[in-house]
């Protein structure tokens, strides 16, 4: 299924999966769809996840202790698909836990899931031929992060690779929460554009990294698509019970988009 | 259409790529950088001025060229091959590793880039790097696992005496691969005003290659003094491989002669079963850890595996890609000597030859201890001491007054 912002602005929320656990984050994930989110991106818990800022490593930390597993994350992807067909569904993963299961039999497995859309944090597209080729032969939108340090060359080949989004990372650094939105996030949604709009397929642009509150929500929606937000949630469920989480998640996803619509009107 | 152009497959021959290994695999943010860097060394590389200063340091500063020595009474002791040391030990800071910093440190000086960052495991790439910042008057910030910082206390203070600021890093494994990380993210947030001066022949390209070059004043001076010395080219090169730097540095030039065998040395810690150990060909797969795809230690779901070795220098769960290129077409081999291995070797060499070894060379070393007697005494082993023990000293009077010693 096609990756779709209905909502405006679109709303792209990440979970790392199993964090508290698998059962939370789908339960998580489903309040967090019904609240309005277009996207779930399911992160895979990584040992080593060098783009993240301390929010994430935590959380990544708490899934792992847990034992939660590649297979699980594809399986409560399996889960999200049958209980919310509509929704857009994300694998998040780093790298090499991808290359161990073997990439054509996550390919595989992951289209079967019902995923839309598969993102490598530490993959580029030079390095992304087979890649690339294994998620065409099953349909699965490859997503690549696009940055403000990326020349306009880089961004033209991130757009012709890219299906369902581009992701735009709004400054330089690691994920983590921010107080203002820098001058970097707008500069390059509009530097990406030339390159979506210019090839006739529109690509959505969504911007993460340090979106924290529904400000930063209303000012990505007036230069881009959507906003992708990651460390305010991850951190709220690390400050709820496994209880409350979801409910937590879904007022806080309501309040990122109410002042937009206050605007809309 | 793309102006990026894709490689028809990953083993596709391209810069940066030693056989299928190799490449670079980073967050989105850091391409442009590596890009910038790749460019801005191959230019130094061809610059004589460059070339010039580096040499001049190397010889005037950090002491090269280094002896080949003869050891004498350790060849005596153990009955067959001749044993030469290659003494990077008695280079300035104290190992190797200021060949690679002494010349990145130029070349960040050369960037403009004001402040330099790098990750240490035993605290000798961080004290050459802060030594090779405070001649240069550069910024120096130094990232150090937190298991690491204790057990390499002394060149924790020598870093902060040399004027860099020593950043703990509590995560994970509280080791060397911690340390890479926490300099990754550093560097993606401030990449624009800083230079990332990595300390192994590791990470997204070019840094393998680069560190390699700066290290392979090794062989190369190996080579014409072994010649010189004995009018033949040694039956083995032996040097011990965390990262890869000294290895690499000390194989290069031989890799052409197929006689001679090229043997490095994994940690193999206190036991077989993953965890215990750092010696990635007795346990690892193929996988991407910090940039580069090379052997791992990893489990069956592509986690990276804890690792043991009693040198912090070896600890570390990957290795080397153009190692791993060199272990699969079968040039080089690996081998892994244990913690209580070293720690022998190390008394070894200080009771026959006066010298105090770093536990990573030691593991060469006690390869060399092992091997030697099995040889003839026509053949030549030279072993690449990279590094003196004077760091170690903690850790070896606890360990051996264990032993009784």
Same mark, same amino acid.
């Given at each position: 299924?096609?990756?779709?912002?209905?909502?405006?602005?679109?709303?792209?929320?990440?979970?790392?999966?199993?964090?508290?656990?698998?059962?939370?984050?789908?339960?998580?994930?489903?309040?967090?769809?019904?609240?309005?989110?277009?996207?779930?991106?399911?992160?895979?818990?990584?040992?080593?996840?060098?783009?993240?800022?301390?929010?994430?490593?935590?959380?990544?930390?708490?899934?792992?202790?847990?034992?939660?597993?590649?297979?699980?994350?594809?399986?409560?992807?399996?889960?999200?698909?049958?209980?919310?067909?509509?929704?857009?569904?994300?694998?998040?993963?780093?790298?090499?836990?991808?290359?161990?299961?073997?990439?054509?039999?996550?390919?595989?497995?992951?289209?079967?899931?019902?995923?839309?859309?598969?993102?490598?944090?530490?993959?580029?597209?030079?390095?992304?031929?087979?890649?690339?080729?294994?998620?065409?032969?099953?349909?699965?939108?490859?997503?690549?992060?696009?940055?403000?340090?990326?020349?306009?060359?880089?961004?033209?080949?991130?757009?012709?690779?890219?299906?369902?989004?581009?992701?735009?990372?709004?400054?330089?650094?690691?994920?983590?929460?921010?107080?203002?939105?820098?001058?970097?996030?707008?500069?390059?949604?509009?530097?990406?554009?030339?390159?979506?709009?210019?090839?006739?397929?529109?690509?959505?642009?969504?911007?993460?990294?340090?979106?924290?509150?529904?400000?930063?929500?209303?000012?990505?929606?007036?230069?881009?698509?959507?906003?992708?937000?990651?460390?305010?949630?991850?951190?709220?469920?690390?400050?709820?019970?496994?209880?409350?989480?979801?409910?937590?998640?879904?007022?806080?996803?309501?309040?990122?988009?109410?002042?937009?619509?206050?605007?809309?009107? | 259409?793309?102006?990026?152009? %894709?490689?028809?497959?990953?083993?596709?021959?391209?810069?940066?790529?030693?056989?299928?290994?190799?490449?670079?695999?980073?967050?989105?943010?850091?391409?442009?950088? %590596?890009?910038?860097?790749?460019?801005?060394?191959?230019?130094?590389?061809? @610059?004589?001025?460059?070339?010039?200063?580096?040499?001049?340091?190397?010889?005037?500063?950090?002491?090269?060229?280094?002896?080949?020595?003869?050891?004498?009474?350790?060849?005596?002791?153990?009955?067959?091959?001749?044993?030469?040391?290659?003494?990077?030990?008695?280079?300035?800071?104290?190992?190797?590793?200021?060949?690679?910093?002494?010349?990145?440190?130029?070349?960040?000086?050369?960037?403009?880039?004001?402040?330099?960052?790098?990750?240490?495991?035993?605290?000798?790439?961080?004290?050459?790097?802060?030594?090779?910042?405070?001649? %240069?008057?550069? @910024?120096?910030?130094?990232?150090?696992?937190?298991? @690491?910082?204790?057990?390499?206390?002394?060149?924790?203070?020598?870093?902060?005496?040399?004027?860099?600021?020593?950043?703990?890093?509590?995560?994970?494994?509280?080791?060397?691969?911690?340390?890479?990380?926490?300099?990754?993210?550093?560097?993606?947030?401030?990449?624009?005003?800083?230079?990332?001066?990595?300390?192994?022949?590791?990470?997204?390209?070019?840094?393998?290659?680069?560190?390699?070059?700066?290290?392979?004043?090794?062989?190369?001076?190996?080579?014409?003094?072994?010649?010189?010395?004995?009018?033949?080219?040694?039956?083995?090169?032996?040097?011990?491989?965390?990262?890869?730097?000294?290895?690499?540095?000390?194989?290069?030039?031989?890799?052409?002669?197929?006689?001679?065998?090229?043997?490095?040395?994994?940690?193999?810690?206190?036991?077989?079963?993953?965890?215990?150990?750092?010696?990635?060909?007795?346990?690892?797969?193929?996988?991407?850890?910090?940039?580069?795809?090379?052997?791992?230690?990893?489990?069956?779901?592509?986690?990276?595996?804890?690792?043991?070795?009693?040198?912090?220098?070896?600890?570390?769960?990957?290795?080397?890609?153009?190692?791993?290129?060199?272990?699969?077409?079968?040039?080089?081999?690996?081998?892994?000597?244990?913690?209580?291995?070293? %720690?022998?070797?190390?008394?070894?060499?200080?009771?026959?030859?006066?010298?105090?070894?770093?536990?990573?060379?030691?593991?060469?070393?006690?390869?060399?201890?092992?091997?030697?007697?099995?040889?003839?005494?026509?053949?030549?082993?030279?072993?690449?001491?990279?590094?003196?023990?004077?760091? @170690?000293?903690?850790?070896?009077?606890?360990?051996?007054?264990?032993?009784?010693?």
């Amino acid at each position: 299924m096609p990756i779709r912002f209905d909502h405006k602005p679109g709303l792209v929320v990440y979970l790392t999966a199993g964090d508290p656990s698998l059962e939370a984050t789908r339960e998580i994930a489903l309040a967090a769809v019904d609240a309005g989110a277009d996207v779930i991106e399911l992160g895979v818990p990584f040992s080593d996840p060098l783009a993240d800022g301390p929010i994430i490593q935590r959380a990544s930390e708490r899934a792992l202790a847990r034992g939660t597993r590649l297979k699980d994350v594809l399986a409560l992807a399996r889960d999200l698909r049958a209980a919310r067909p509509a929704a857009g569904l994300v694998m998040f993963s780093y790298l090499n836990p991808i290359l161990r299961y073997g990439l054509g039999r996550f390919a595989d497995d992951a289209a079967s899931a019902g995923a839309d859309g598969v993102l490598a944090t530490d993959l580029i597209v030079e390095e992304a031929a087979e890649y690339l080729a294994e998620m065409n032969r099953v349909h699965l939108a490859p997503i690549f992060l696009a940055a403000p340090t990326s020349p306009d060359e880089r961004l033209q080949a991130i757009a012709a690779h890219s299906k369902g989004f581009v992701y735009a990372i709004s400054r330089t650094g690691i994920t983590g929460k921010q107080q203002n939105l820098t001058a970097d996030a707008a500069a390059l949604a509009a530097r990406i554009r030339r390159w979506t709009r210019s090839d006739g397929k529109g690509l959505p642009v969504a911007v993460g990294f340090g979106i924290s509150n529904a400000d930063h929500v209303a000012q990505v929606a007036e230069f881009a698509d959507a906003a992708v937000v990651g460390s305010s949630i991850v951190e709220l469920i690390e400050r709820s019970t496994p209880e409350t989480a979801a409910g937590a998640v879904a007022r806080f996803i309501k309040g990122l988009r109410a002042p937009a619509s206050a605007l809309a009107r | 259409m793309a102006s990026i152009i %894709l490689p028809a497959s990953p083993s596709e021959s391209r810069p940066g790529r030693f056989g299928i290994y190799g490449g670079r695999y980073v967050p989105e943010t850091l391409v442009a950088a %590596l890009t910038e860097l790749e460019r801005e060394y191959e230019i130094a590389k061809a @610059d004589a001025a460059f070339q010039a200063e580096l040499n001049a340091l190397l010889t005037d500063y950090a002491g090269r060229p280094t002896p080949l020595y003869f050891a004498q009474r350790l060849t005596e002791s153990l009955g067959g091959a001749k044993i030469y040391l290659k003494r990077e030990d008695l280079l300035h800071t104290g190992a190797h590793k200021i060949n690679n910093s002494l010349g990145q440190g130029l070349l960040a000086r050369r960037m403009g880039k004001k402040r330099v960052i790098a990750e240490t495991g035993a605290g000798q790439h961080g004290v050459a790097t802060a030594s090779a910042c405070a001649l %240069l008057g550069l @910024d120096c910030v130094i990232y150090m696992g937190d298991v @690491d910082m204790e057990r390499q206390e002394l060149n924790v203070m020598r870093m902060r005496l040399l004027g860099a600021e020593v950043r703990g890093v509590s995560s994970g494994s509280k080791t060397l691969k911690d340390a890479i990380s926490e300099a990754m993210r550093d560097w993606v947030t401030n990449v624009r005003t800083t230079y990332y001066l990595l300390g192994s022949a590791l990470g997204a390209h070019p840094y393998p290659t680069m560190v390699r070059d700066f290290h392979r004043v090794i062989s190369k001076e190996m080579k014409r003094q072994i010649l010189e010395k004995e009018g033949r080219l040694p039956s083995a090169v032996i040097a011990c491989v965390g990262g890869g730097s000294n290895a690499i540095g000390a194989f290069y030039e031989f890799i052409p002669d197929r006689q001679v065998r090229l043997i490095g040395v994994e940690a193999g810690g206190r036991g077989t079963v993953l965890g215990e150990h750092a010696a990635r060909f007795q346990g690892g797969a193929p996988g991407v850890l910090q940039g580069t795809y090379s052997y791992v230690l990893q489990d069956e779901d592509g986690q990276i595996a804890l690792t043991h070795s009693v040198s912090a220098g070896l600890d570390y769960a990957s290795i080397g890609p153009e190692h791993a290129m060199l272990h699969d077409t079968g040039r080089a081999e690996y081998v892994s000597q244990d913690d209580a291995a070293a %720690l022998d070797a190390v008394v070894k060499l200080a009771r026959t030859e006066g010298i105090l070894p770093a536990l990573e060379s030691a593991h060469a070393v006690a390869e060399a201890i092992r091997v030697a007697p099995t040889l003839p005494a026509r053949d030549i082993l030279v072993v690449n001491l990279s590094g003196r023990g004077d760091k @170690d000293m903690g850790i070896l009077a606890r360990e051996l007054k264990l032993q009784g010693i």
